[in-house]
């Protein structure tokens, strides 16, 4: 028998495939009403959010040429059944700027960017599928400069009362930061003053706006900094990102998210999975997006989405790999934003030892250019717009989840010279795989691993790095029999490593609870004098285990305290 179509939408980017398809869709069209208010929004959020498909939804909600599906397309959703009274009426040209190749020079550059844009510009007037009809053979006086081609398009559409325009540009800072992380602030600074190429094409958009030629200009990207760089070349951008309205535009929340994890356990699980133990992985590996400090936290949608393409791809099962390897280029950015190893180990040490980076409210809100980018007190905002921390509260953020530890610290240990030896590991993973005895896999940890840094490093280290950097070991040899919860919030309070059997496997209903005790080398006699655990934290860790059984009442689960003292002595 033929196994029906996986119906889980990775890497789908096309909203009218996605719903002729019958994929699976959360429905984010309840924001369009709210966006016809601006002319030249800008929405920024990190890499696979959903921003490519947020803008298909709107090309195919505004565009006069696809009025003849609204229904099949929009059917069911919140604007099917609340138009706003602009769908289907402008001209819609879509740009999408991550397709941007870079040169070596700023002639060379433009070049690029008229390639890149001048086909779809073309073809928006001369192709019978666009807009031909209206521009009755219309022929452009440069077609090798997009900037003039786009000008003649606006003052047509003025002298003739053509339908306005609908703009969506797709990433428009990619390009831009690309020259950032190849160190090209030079080429970057050329393109963004002056009279630029870049600064002319949006010098045109703002005159088209302001005459009513174009209706809105809706932007995608990442950082605020470029459009902030380009100043009078486009002063009347409005950046929504910060906005209390528009925080939970792209990305998951749990209600949309709790709703997805039922249709794909519904759909394809095939190892009887329980929806409380899916969910707890999901929230450990891939929820904690805060953009506000008192917004709910959110999914990575694509990232959501991959797991849950794997998941169904592979009848049930959990996927061996949880980090979508894509986010791992982000690292880049690291090296870039930080500039030198010392900066980049002290911004370390203070997410993943510290567990907190101090940031400024003034700072996530002001104006934000290249020169403030790099700045060391703006390091926190920069790596919020780059999606690689979350806000806590008003004041500090922190790692969102698993899958930004695992990257944070694999990270750390490059800096630090640790490789990643399968020499000194994998024999004693493969021994706990066969006797299931985890105390041989701590005192690994601490040999093979710990005892690496040198003497100074561990009057830095603390319990947090110990968990962090326990769990991104575990996580390398491990994945494919466990999931894994740092810090997990339960009645009696936080427990430090929660390891949890996968369903389908051998290690279903496998917990072990592990509870941490870091001591400075000058402690070392306490943890080397102790015979049996310290009573109360014997006492902290079992109710731990009684709480996560409370809730998993066929789980078979082991409470371990492990004391450990610099790089001096370790008891488990």
Not at 429 to 451: A, C, G, I, M, S
Request: hydrophobic share 35%; aromatic share 16%; net charge negative.
């Amino acid at each position: 028998m033929q196994q029906a179509a996986i119906t889980i939408p990775y890497a789908i980017a096309d909203f009218a495939i996605l719903r002729e398809r019958g994929y699976y869709y959360v429905d984010k069209t309840r924001y369009i009403p709210l966006l016809e208010r601006y002319s030249a929004p800008v929405f920024l959020r990190p890499r696979r959010f959903g921003k490519s498909l947020f803008i298909s939804t709107l090309a195919y909600y505004y565009d006069l040429n696809e009025a003849g599906r609204f229904d099949s397309l929009f059917g069911g959703t919140y604007i099917g059944s609340h138009p706003t009274g602009e769908q289907n009426k402008y001209m819609v040209l879509r740009l999408d700027f991550s397709r941007m190749v870079l040169a070596d020079n700023l002639k060379d550059l433009e070049k690029n960017f008229n390639d890149m844009l001048c086909p779809t510009v073309k073809a928006f007037v001369e192709s019978t599928y666009r807009y031909a009809r209206y521009f009755n053979g219309m022929t452009f006086t440069d077609p090798h400069n997009v900037t003039k081609m786009l000008n003649e398009i606006i003052n047509a559409i003025s002298s003739q009362s053509l339908p306005p325009l609908y703009i969506l540009i797709d990433e428009y800072d990619n390009f831009t930061n690309q020259l950032l992380t190849a160190f090209n602030d030079p080429m970057y600074e050329e393109v963004t003053t002056g009279e630029s190429f870049l600064r002319t094409f949006f010098k045109v958009i703002k005159s088209g706006i302001g005459e009513g030629s174009i209706r809105s200009c809706f932007c995608t990207g990442v950082l605020p900094v470029t459009m902030d760089d380009l100043t009078s070349g486009y002063n009347i951008a409005e950046i929504l990102t910060l906005e209390p309205e528009f925080v939970s535009m792209l990305g998951f929340t749990h209600e949309e998210t709790t709703a997805y994890l039922h249709y794909v356990l519904q759909k394809y699980d095939r190892q009887g999975s329980t929806f409380e133990e899916i969910w707890s992985l999901l929230l450990n590996n891939y929820d904690g997006y805060r953009f506000l400090p008192k917004a709910e936290p959110l999914f990575n949608s694509t990232i959501l989405t991959y797991f849950f393409k794997k998941f169904a791809v592979n009848k049930g099962e959990i996927p061996n790999e949880m980090v979508d390897e894509n986010l791992r280029t982000d690292i880049g950015w690291l090296r870039r934003l930080t500039q030198t190893q010392e900066n980049a180990k002290e911004m370390l040490d203070a997410l993943i030892i510290d567990n907190e980076l101090i940031y400024s409210q003034s700072d996530l809100r002001s104006k934000f250019n290249k020169r403030k980018f790099f700045e060391k007190r703006f390091y926190p905002v920069s790596l919020y717009y780059l999606g690689m921390t979350t806000l806590v509260d008003a004041y500090t953020m922190r790692l969102p989840n698993l899958t930004m530890r695992s990257i944070y610290m694999d990270y750390y240990n490059s800096l630090h010279q640790i490789t990643d030896d399968a020499r000194r590991y994998a024999r004693a993973y493969q021994r706990f795989t066969q006797d299931r005895r985890f105390e041989p896999l701590v005192e690994n940890y601490f040999k093979e691993y710990l005892k690496l840094f040198p003497a100074q490093a561990f009057d830095k280290i603390n319990e947090n790095f110990i968990r962090c950097s326990f769990y991104e070991l575990m996580s390398r040899y491990l994945s494919q029999c466990f999931t894994f919860a740092l810090e997990m919030n339960l009645p009696s309070g936080r427990a430090d490593l929660v390891l949890t059997g996968i369903p389908g496997t051998d290690f279903h209903n496998d917990c072990r609870v592990v509870e941490f005790k870091y001591y400075k080398a000058k402690d070392t006699a306490i943890v080397e004098s102790l015979e049996t655990p310290v009573q109360e934290d014997i006492e902290q860790v079992n109710g731990y285990a009684r709480d996560i059984l409370a809730q998993f009442p066929k789980y078979r689960t082991k409470t371990y305290v492990v004391y450990i003292a610099a790089g001096k002595a370790c008891k488990v």
